[in-house]
């Protein structure tokens, strides 16, 4: 492979998949648990392929040699390989990667976070997928204030445009981007625990457990106030409610 956004994806799903099927009784006393996507993966040496829904019910062991024109790595993967050939139980891959430069990391990552997440179409944007208003997403964490940001200090994630009220607070979301983004795309917290879209007044919000909430404001009351009454009910019915809606 020579696609670098094809390795990275896959390569966290096989990692899983081998975290899973693989040690499953291990990571299930931790806890952890992975829901898996069907995936193939093809031999450039013999155009074999492996497919994952193929290798159910068996272990499957993963190599990633740097430099296979390594005389040390290829005597080693020779040498495996034989004696591999007697646990028909598990599916030896070996995966060739080219060393990636940080240089190279870096731009990738910040290609990546650029494509638009796939539930953009359900956040609460303004024109040019402006969010909140236009108010700064720092400012709420760092000043507990909601202040305006302006249009000549943004930065996007994920398709979405953030305007910031100095260079300080747009380097503070640029190193930390997830930390800042508002829950429920945007919409009002206390809505959504009913399954409602409802549009919020940036001014009106609420910080809990490092998550920012933002609730409607006007002449129907303040759903702020009814947040308060019972919050972790209806922040877990507002995480579920969103998960189905948006599904994330």
């Known amino acids: 492979m020579n696609d670098h956004t094809s390795i990275l994806c896959t390569v966290a799903k096989r990692i899983s998949f081998l975290m899973v099927v693989g040690a499953a009784a291990f990571f ?60 028909s139980d598990v599916i030896q891959v070996f995966l060739k990667l080219d060393r990636f430069s940080y240089e190279q990391f870096a731009a990738k990552l910040a290609e990546l976070k650029n494509q638009p997440a796939a539930a953009i179409q359900h956040y609460n944007l303004g024109v040019d997928r402006i969010a909140l208003g236009g108010y700064d997403p720092v400012s709420y964490f760092a000043e507990n204030q909601a202040l305006k940001g302006r249009k000549e200090i943004s930065a996007r994630h994920r398709g979405v445009t953030y305007y910031f009220a100095s260079e300080e607070n747009k380097k503070l979301f640029t190193e930390s981007r997830e930390k800042y983004v508002p829950t429920y795309g945007g919409w009002c917290a206390t809505a959504m625990a009913k399954g409602e879209k409802v549009e919020i007044d940036p001014t009106n919000f609420k910080i809990t457990n490092g998550r920012l909430f933002l609730f409607y404001k006007g002449l129907w009351g303040n759903a702020l106030k009814d947040w308060n009454k019972d919050e972790a009910s209806l922040t877990a019915k507002a995480d579920t409610n969103w998960k189905k809606i948006a599904g994330e």
Do not use: I, N, W
């Open 28 to 87: 299930s006393s931790l806890g952890l648990h992975a829901a898996l996507s069907d995936f193939t993966v093809e031999s450039p040496v013999d155009g074999k392929t492996l497919k994952l829904s193929d290798a159910q019910g068996k272990y499957v062991a993963l190599h990633f040699p740097l430099k296979t024109e390594c005389p040390f790595c290829l005597k080693h993967t020779r040498d495996y390989a034989k004696k591999s050939a007697t646990t």
